[in-house]
């Protein structure tokens, strides 16, 4: 009899070693999202690459988002609050229990055709609403990750991860997005509050040119988790990182988007990518990039009669295929923000899909003291496909690192007016279709690398 109750307690014992280590992998302990393979049906994650290929176990890197620093614009503030309370009061009233604090409101599209083809009609903005809210998945939460998933060489699952929220989905949203809790629906809306939420598309990467397609053949940007080989080898490179498709500027009667370029380049053991500064009279005025446009001053005369020709002003972490200030004594011209074209193809030669080209020359003609001054400005821009886009260097950029294998080990990036849109990377907006208006509650974002 004693023996068989010591049996009981050791068995007992070892069951509840192994439950509290299951609760650790699972990360229910340590707050971290559960593996996707543990929260995921098999119909929407592939564990197998195609026919011909070998079947392989997945291989899964999570990155965090994390929401930083306070916004000083007090009208984005009020804007967040007004629609994390509005979702709360209009749909979380009984559902939700304890305190709630949303970082992230993020809408999700079924595609941007449905949503441009609604925008285009001429209906009152309230019945706009209602139309979008039909096609879309918004989405308020406390937590946020991206998980990359390799399937195959070529062939990768991104998984965004929402932990502690509450979704509203549209009745024309489909497939709903997985949680661990229920959906119940209410005022036409499928509504839940969660722990959390996932949602998987499968992308298609060029491990040489590091282009990636959607599972529809669609190009939506470029790799950033990973560089290339090339890129490693080169010690340099630029990354498409985002289209800013609401951000325009108008050229010679057409109209361009704006597309962020990150410059990589090796340093050390690491590959990095800093803000670019300008400083006046030793003091900070702009932090993380510029709009690439050269600019041509002639004659270049004195400091005291030539206002616009910056001086007492400093830029800190330029490319090397940049000059901020290059004088040509010979025919007394100024050139700022001179740009060698050479350098500047060098780190884009092995991009297939884009073209350096020049979208717009401009000049002007200013009145001084003594004469006039002839500027030219040279605009340029980035041909993808069949589109152009005007060029950014760095913008919005903190900090990116990627660590001696080429891995993404860290990305800061700042969050104009709280647009979620134009801080995440072009191929995360692209696939899941993030609404333009999604929001953060901060100034800045953080993207970083948790080991598994």
């Known amino acids: 009899m004693v023996g068989s109750k010591t049996s009981t307690y050791v068995l007992a014992g070892a069951a509840t070693a192994i439950l509290i280590l299951l609760l650790v992998l699972s990360g229910t302990i340590y707050n971290v999202p559960p593996s996707i393979n543990q929260f995921s049906s098999p119909s929407s994650i592939n564990t197998t690459s195609a026919s011909h290929d070998v079947v392989v176990k997945p291989v899964e890197t999570l990155y965090q988002v994390r929401t930083l620093g306070d916004i000083n614009d007090t009208i984005h503030l009020y804007i967040f609050r007004s629609i994390a309370n509005e979702i709360i009061n209009k749909y979380g009233k009984g559902l ?23 925008m285009c009609q001429h209906n009152d903005l309230e019945s706009i609403s209602n139309l979008l809210n039909k096609i879309s998945c918004r989405i308020l939460s406390e937590r946020m990750y991206v998980v990359i998933q390799h399937n195959s060489k070529a062939k990768i699952n991104i998984t965004l991860v929402f932990e502690k929220g509450i979704a509203v989905c549209g009745e024309k ?38 282009s990636v397609v959607d599972s529809h053949g669609r190009f939506i940007g470029e790799w950033i988790f990973h560089l290339t080989n090339r890129s490693m080898y080169s010690n340099e490179t630029l990354i498409l990182y985002n289209v800013l498709p609401k951000t325009i500027m108008k050229i010679d009667n057409k109209t361009y988007s704006l597309a962020n370029l990150i410059y990589v380049e090796k340093c050390g053991d690491e590959y990095i990518a800093k803000p670019i500064m300008i400083l ?21 005369q004195n400091i005291g009669s030539c206002p616009i020709c910056g001086e007492n002003i400093r830029i800190m972490n330029l490319p090397p295929f940049l000059t901020y200030r290059k004088i040509v004594p010979e025919n007394k011209t100024l050139i700022m923000y ?30 001084t003291i003594n004469g006039e001054i002839i500027v030219k400005h040279i605009i340029y821009g980035v041909k993808i496909r ?23 080990l860290e990305l800061e990036m700042s969050v104009t007016t709280g647009l979620l849109y134009n801080a995440l990377p072009m191929i995360v907006d692209k696939v899941f279709c993030i609404g333009y208006n999604s929001l953060v509650d901060a100034s800045a974002i953080e993207i970083s690398m948790i080991s598994r």
């Open 386 to 408: 069949d589109n152009c886009y005007v060029i950014g260097i760095n913008l919005g950029l903190i900090n990116l690192t990627y660590s001696n294998d080429g891995s993404l």
């Open 338 to 367: 001179d740009v060698k074209t050479n350098m500047f193809s060098r780190a884009n030669h092995h991009k297939e899909l884009m073209t350096i080209v020049i979208v717009g020359k401009h000049e002007h003609i200013y009145k």
């Open 280 to 300: 006046r009279n030793g003091t900070i005025v702009h932090r993380g990039g510029l709009i690439l446009i050269e600019k041509i001053i002639s004659p270049y």
């Open 173 to 210: 949203y489909k497939p709903l997005p997985r949680i661990d809790s229920s959906w119940i629906i209410k005022d036409g809306f499928h509504i839940a509050v969660f722990n959390y939420l996932n949602i998987t598309r499968t992308v298609h990467v060029n491990m040489q040119t590091g």
């Open 96 to 118: 939700i229990n304890g305190s709630f604090y949303p970082r992230y409101y993020v809408v999700l599209y079924n595609s941007y055709k449905d949503y441009r083809a609604i």
